[in-house]
Nanobody, 113 residues
Framework: VQLQESGPGLVKPSQTLSLSCTVSGATITATYTGWSWIRQPPGKGLEWMGAILWTGTTFYSPSLKSRTSISRDTSKNQFTLQLSSVTPEDTAMYYC??????WGKGTLVTVSS
């Protein structure tokens, strides 16, 4: 299973961060699969942001729930992350993952004007 994150590397404060994760070697609608977004700010630990299950059900970290949306495009075998009202504190490496077992290489997103 391979996952590849894509999206802009620079986002301005107050804007919405949007990232996509393209999956190969597995289908995002396959039974019992769960697809997560995880981030790691510079010098800090990993933070689970949320996930979308094979059913389309979503779960979010309580601390980010008000700003986070995860959706999917089954025709492209992709799932996406949107994080609204970003601040410089949202600067991080963003990873997509299948149940924490398979990971993308990550993409650095910097929030700066």
């Amino acid at each position: 299973v391979q996952l590849q994150e894509s999206g802009p590397g620079l986002v301005k404060p107050s804007q919405t961060l949007s990232l996509s994760c393209t999956v190969s070697g597995a289908t995002i609608t396959a039974t019992y699969t769960g697809w997560s977004w995880i981030r790691q700010p510079p010098g800090k630990g990993l933070e689970w942001m949320g996930a979308i299950l094979w059913t389309g059900t979503t779960f979010y970290s309580p601390s980010l729930k008000s700003r986070t949306s995860i959706s999917r495009d089954t025709s492209k075998n992709q799932f996406t992350l949107q994080l609204s009202s970003v601040t410089p504190e949202d600067t991080a490496m963003y990873y997509c993952s299948l149940w924490g077992e398979f990971w993308g290489k990550g993409t650095l997103v910097t929030v700066s004007s």
